[in-house]
């Protein structure tokens, strides 16, 4: 199961974009990158999911490398409501087992 | 259409006691996953279940258990609860293999 590496936390300003890296080196052939944002006792919620080069949604951008060893989300113009934590998994097929980890805790200042 | 439903939200337990939490998955989703998330180690999978029948299994002790209804309903038992077992208990649904898992807003467990 691939293994991934997020920052434990970034600062950001408000109409800022915002851009979080993940490593996932061993990543396999058959997996997709997903990420989600989390909100204080609250359940994660999907943001977006790639496979390989650029996908982009109304709410962020995801961008993966040739190689797919990493990935980037980009939120663009943040507001104080994106304050969060982000997660990036990687998942293959029909294997749930995902491995989540502490997730990238994004502050937005005024 | 209704989301992921977890009840209850908050529940208090003793040290040595055991308890059910139950999640009522997105009509039509067969997919429901439980997760254990605790401040110091993020989000941990506990189990999968897909059409009643247990998919995949995380690295918990048997004292962790659940099953899934026909109706793709399920329940999670966390039985002789120890301390250590205080944690927001997530539940996700989705339609099947590599699609969106749209989670509840969680069990709030306090054993004490």
């Known amino acids: 199961l691939a293994k991934t590496t997020q920052p434990i936390s970034m600062d950001s300003y408000e109409g800022q974009e915002v851009n979080i890296t993940c490593s996932h080196n061993?990543?396999?052939?058959?997996?997709?990158i997903t990420w989600y944002q989390q909100f204080p006792s609250q359940g994660p919620r999907f943001i977006i999911q790639?496979?390989?080069?650029?996908v982009t949604n109304e709410v962020a951008s995801l961008f993966i490398p040739a190689d797919r060893k990493s990935s980037t989300l980009s939120l663009p113009r943040v507001s104080l409501s994106d304050t969060a934590v982000y997660y990036c998994?990687?998942?293959?097929?029909?294997?749930?087992?995902?491995?989540w980890g502490l997730g990238t805790s994004l502050a937005v200042n005024p | 259409k209704a989301g992921v439903t977890q009840t209850p939200r908050y529940l208090i337990k003793t040290r040595g006691q055991q308890v059910t939490l139950s999640c009522s998955p997105i009509?039509?989703?067969?997919?429901v996953s439980w997760y254990q998330q605790t401040p110091g180690q993020g989000l941990q999978f506990l189990f999968e279940?897909?059409?009643?029948?247990?998919?995949n299994k995380g690295n918990f002790p048997g004292r962790f258990s659940g099953r899934q209804f026909s109706n793709s309903r399920s329940e999670m038992n966390v039985s002789t609860l120890e301390l250590g077992d205080s944690a927001l208990y997530l539940c996700?649904?989705?339609?099947?293999?590599?699609?969106?898992?749209?989670f509840g807003q969680g069990t709030r467990l306090t054993v004490v």
């Open positions: 009509s039509g989703h067969r997919s």
């Open positions: 996700a649904s989705s339609l099947g293999a590599n699609t969106e898992a749209f």
């Open positions: 790639g496979y390989k080069t650029k």
């Open positions: 061993n990543i396999a052939t058959n997996d997709y």
């Open positions: 279940y897909f059409s009643e029948t247990q998919r």
């Open positions: 998994l990687v998942m293959a097929g029909n294997n749930r087992k995902l491995i």
